[in-house]
């Protein structure tokens, strides 16, 4: 009898012990979650970070806000987020020049797949090919054709130097075989401005940077560069059917936080993702932006990384680009 209550004083101690352990746990989150934007505000990669704050925050029960960190094409906020602490409220609205082609052509201090843990790909937009009104062509086969017809003669432009455009444009006339000069601006807007007076001839642009601009008769677009047509652009073949099996180059925005982060951390921010993109009113702001919702598992984020790394790299030796 005396071992019996013996026994059963040190099971009932053993459960209350576990008990309380569990309930020295707090459910994740407890405080304020912040989500670092590689970039100035109000380009794709910040106003994406905004919609997803603001969802976030009615989703998690707790403060979500945004901090730019700007500088070294994106590596000062991935260096800072890389060396944050792994407990889910330091995160990061990778983009995709960040995290596959930056370090492919330049030393940084971070690891795109040691340092960071991949929670969700939140959404991607391909890049459209604009042409000036000066260039007869209304296709990518007639702009190609146009072209080996003048080498040497045209420009394309570019949102700087190892740019997603300056690349994307670079593998394009690669393998397209054209004899172009590349012309670097400092951002995208100067680059579309001297395209709609046609100083430059062709520019490959996210969508919310040309599209708005065709109405005015200026520029036409030609091509789109991801392997299927964009849904604002149904009429516009893509580069891959006009003759380039194959060519894709995509840019995506997503959510990344510090290695070691826990995967019970990670799961509740890829099922917030996936919440906030089911909402009819990011689906309507994402439209407007020329960008396409995913809400991709951790692992299906893991192996985009992977593929676009490979990517990229081809492109930056399109472009002659090395590492400094």
Same mark, same amino acid.
């Given at each position: 009898?005396?071992?019996?209550?013996?026994?059963? *004083? #040190?099971?009932?101690?053993?459960?209350?012990?576990? @008990?309380?352990?569990?309930?020295?746990?707090?459910?994740? &989150?407890?405080?304020?979650?912040?989500?670092?934007?590689?970039? /100035? &505000?109000?380009? +794709? *990669?910040?106003?994406? /970070?905004?919609?997803?704050? =603001?969802?976030?925050?009615?989703?998690?029960?707790?403060?979500?806000?945004?901090?730019?960190? #700007?500088?070294?094409?994106?590596?000062?906020?991935?260096?800072?987020?890389?060396?944050?602490?792994?407990?889910?409220?330091?995160?990061?609205?990778?983009?995709?020049?960040?995290?596959?082609?930056?370090? #492919?052509?330049?030393?940084?201090?971070? !690891?795109?797949?040691?340092?960071?843990?991949?929670?969700?790909?939140?959404?991607?937009?391909?890049?459209?090919?604009?042409?000036?009104?000066?260039?007869?062509?209304?296709?990518?086969? =007639?702009?190609? $054709?146009?072209?080996?017809?003048?080498?040497?003669?045209?420009?394309?432009?570019?949102?700087?130097?190892?740019?997603?455009?300056?690349?994307?444009?670079?593998?394009?006339?690669?393998?397209?075989?054209? +004899?172009?000069?590349?012309?670097?601006?400092?951002? @995208?807007?100067?680059?579309? *401005?001297?395209?709609?007076?046609?100083?430059?001839?062709?520019?490959? @642009? +996210?969508?919310?940077?040309?599209?708005?601009? #065709?109405?005015?008769?200026? %520029?036409?677009?030609? @091509?789109?560069?991801? !392997?299927?047509? /964009? $849904?604002?652009?149904?009429?516009? $073949?893509? %580069?891959?059917?006009?003759?380039?099996?194959?060519?894709? *180059?995509?840019?995506?925005?997503?959510?990344?936080?510090?290695?070691?982060?826990? /995967?019970?951390?990670?799961?509740?921010?890829?099922?917030?993702?996936? =919440?906030?993109?089911?909402?009819?009113?990011?689906?309507?702001?994402?439209?407007?932006?020329?960008?396409?919702?995913?809400?991709?598992?951790?692992?299906?984020?893991?192996?985009?990384?992977?593929?676009?790394?490979? %990517?990229?790299?081809?492109?930056?030796?399109?472009? +002659?680009?090395?590492?400094?």
């Amino acid at each position: 009898m005396r071992r019996f209550e013996f026994f059963t *004083t #040190v099971l009932a101690f053993t459960l209350y012990a576990m @008990g309380a352990g569990v309930q020295a746990q707090p459910a994740w &989150p407890q405080k304020p979650i912040r989500i670092v934007v590689p970039f /100035a &505000p109000g380009g +794709n *990669t910040d106003s994406i /970070a905004r919609v997803i704050a =603001e969802r976030f925050t009615q989703s998690l029960g707790q403060p979500v806000v945004v901090d730019n960190k #700007v500088g070294a094409g994106g590596a000062i906020a991935a260096e800072f987020v890389a060396k944050a602490p792994a407990d889910g409220y330091t995160l990061m609205m990778a983009a995709m020049p960040v995290m596959a082609v930056l370090p #492919v052509i330049s030393k940084t201090n971070f !690891d795109p797949l040691k340092d960071f843990v991949p929670i969700s790909n939140v959404g991607s937009n391909p890049f459209v090919m604009g042409v000036h009104k000066s260039v007869p062509a209304n296709t990518v086969s =007639e702009f190609v $054709a146009f072209m080996r017809k003048n080498p040497g003669k045209y420009n394309y432009a570019s949102g700087g130097s190892g740019s997603v455009s300056h690349l994307s444009a670079a593998l394009f006339v690669k393998r397209a075989e054209l +004899n172009m000069t590349h012309i670097s601006y400092k951002g @995208g807007a100067p680059a579309v *401005t001297d395209l709609l007076g046609g100083n430059v001839q062709m520019y490959f @642009g +996210n969508f919310s940077e040309l599209y708005p601009h #065709v109405s005015g008769g200026n %520029i036409r677009i030609i @091509g789109v560069s991801s !392997d299927k047509r /964009a $849904a604002q652009l149904p009429q516009v $073949a893509t %580069i891959a059917e006009s003759g380039f099996p194959g060519f894709k *180059t995509v840019t995506w925005n997503g959510l990344m936080a510090p290695a070691g982060t826990p /995967a019970a951390v990670v799961a509740r921010l890829a099922d917030a993702v996936k =919440e906030a993109l089911a909402s009819e009113g990011t689906h309507t702001k994402f439209q407007q932006m020329g960008v396409d919702a995913i809400g991709s598992t951790p692992k299906e984020f893991a192996d985009t990384l992977r593929a676009d790394i490979a %990517i990229w790299s081809e492109a930056a030796k399109a472009a +002659n680009l090395k590492m400094e």
